[in-house]
């Protein structure tokens, strides 16, 4: 299920980050960091579960936002859960 309105189509989370795949195949990788602590990400994550919230999210916590970086290392859509 595509949230196409978000951009957002998918994601991939472990313990520590999640990255997330947007609809210009662009991905970006959020690490627990001083902009990201084990709290906000596990909002991510249960935001990204839900397929909903997660972009207006990143929006509202810039600081987040400005922390994720492109991820290469998940090339394959299947690696991807559906957002």
């Known amino acids: ?3 196409a309105k978000s951009g957002i189509v998918g994601y991939v989370h ?4 999640i990255t997330i795949k947007f609809s ?6 959020y690490d627990l960091s001083n ?5 906000k990400l596990n909002e991510m994550v249960k935001l990204a579960k839900q397929g909903k919230g997660l972009n207006s999210y990143l929006n ?3 600081q987040i936002r400005k922390a994720g ?4 290392t998940l090339n ?3 690696s991807y859960t559906p957002y």
């Open 69 to 72: 970086y492109i991820d290469t």
């Open 14 to 17: 472990t313990k520590t980050s």
């Open 76 to 78: 394959r859509s299947s």
């Open 24 to 29: 210009n195949n662009d991905a970006y990788r």
């Open 1 to 3: 299920m595509s949230n």
């Open 60 to 62: 509202k916590h810039s």
């Open 35 to 39: 902009a990201l602590d084990k709290d």
